[in-house]
């Protein structure tokens, strides 16, 4: 019998440990929360729609009616009174997503920064589907992480920018479909009186002239303002905060378990900055210029 030599056993040694390696290890293509990380910011950068700034006049704009005796009288589209008092805003420029912040999206997010995935395991958590945040204060600190990874001014929309945006420049249309009006048959929002399961994909629906989706229905969304009734008779003019203090944050743009005709681009919720309430987000880069090159 031959005895293999020392220099044999230690060739034969270190080709196993390889291959034991090659076994153990990731291979090339496998995901890293790395290659997540890179690929979530660049779709968000890459769905990010410049808004050129401008005035408007915010608020339940209404539409004329007529009496029976031919006099007319302001409709307003809103059964709320805290958007009735019409005030003029004028905004810098900004760019903001054209899609609601996904469960991908803010699971990256989560796993980066050591926190327990939000919901999941539950039917509706989905990868593209948009994600419902765990309170106002995640979704702040979701637009705060963009802003340290890009280093771009990123940060949750005003109550302003939001509607500025959803009404595509301050036109003065009723919801922020592709029309401004709401198809009964169900082609540029969930339908009149449809139930749907749950949120849909970022683009099922047409977007708003300005290039946006689901800015009315799909899942209501956070902004950045604190909620005051009487906010817009105090509101000031130039790029508006919202109150300094305050107890809810305003929440815009309904959502797809309520009937459509409620989802106005101009009616106000709100609720409190701890509390978990099904509602969504997209943020916006405060940027007078696009981010785009």
């Known amino acids: ?153 990123f940060d949750m929309p005003t109550e302003a920018q939001w509607e500025y945006a959803a009404r595509s420049r301050g036109l003065n249309v009723p919801f922020a479909t592709n029309d401004g009006m709401i198809d009964r048959n169900g082609s540029n929002i969930s339908g009149w009186n449809d139930d749907p399961k749950h949120a849909m994909v970022g683009d099922y629906y047409p977007p708003n002239p300005l290039g946006l989706h689901h800015m009315s229905g799909n899942v209501s969304e956070y902004v950045k303002d604190w909620y005051a009734e009487d906010y817009y008779q105090h509101s000031p003019e130039l790029n508006p905060q919202g109150p300094i203090t305050g107890v809810k944050k305003v929440i815009r743009g309904g959502s797809y378990d309520s009937s459509s005709r409620f989802n106005l681009v101009v009616n106000r919720d709100s609720v409190e900055p701890d509390k978990a309430d099904y509602v969504g987000l997209r943020c916006v880069v405060n940027n007078p210029t696009p981010i785009h090159r």
């Open 1 to 153: 019998m031959i005895m293999p030599t020392r220099n044999h056993l230690l060739s034969s040694i270190l080709a196993l440990s390889g291959l034991l390696s090659a076994c153990q290890s990731p291979s090339d293509d496998a995901p890293t929360l790395e290659s997540d990380i890179k690929r979530v910011i660049q779709q968000t950068l890459d769905n990010m729609v410049f808004v050129e700034g401008g005035s408007f006049i915010m608020g339940d704009f209404g539409k004329l009616e007529r009496n029976s005796d031919g006099s007319q009288f302001l409709a307003h589209w809103s059964s709320d009174k805290d958007d009735d008092f019409l005030h003029r805003v004028t905004l810098d420029s900004f760019s903001i997503n054209k899609y609601e912040v996904t469960w991908e999206e803010f699971d990256t997010f989560s796993r980066a920064t050591n926190r327990q995935l939000y919901e999941d395991g539950l039917w509706f958590h989905k990868p593209q589907i948009p994600a419902f945040m765990p309170n106002w204060n995640e979704a702040k600190a979701y637009c705060d992480w963009l802003a340290k990874q890009t280093g771009l001014a």
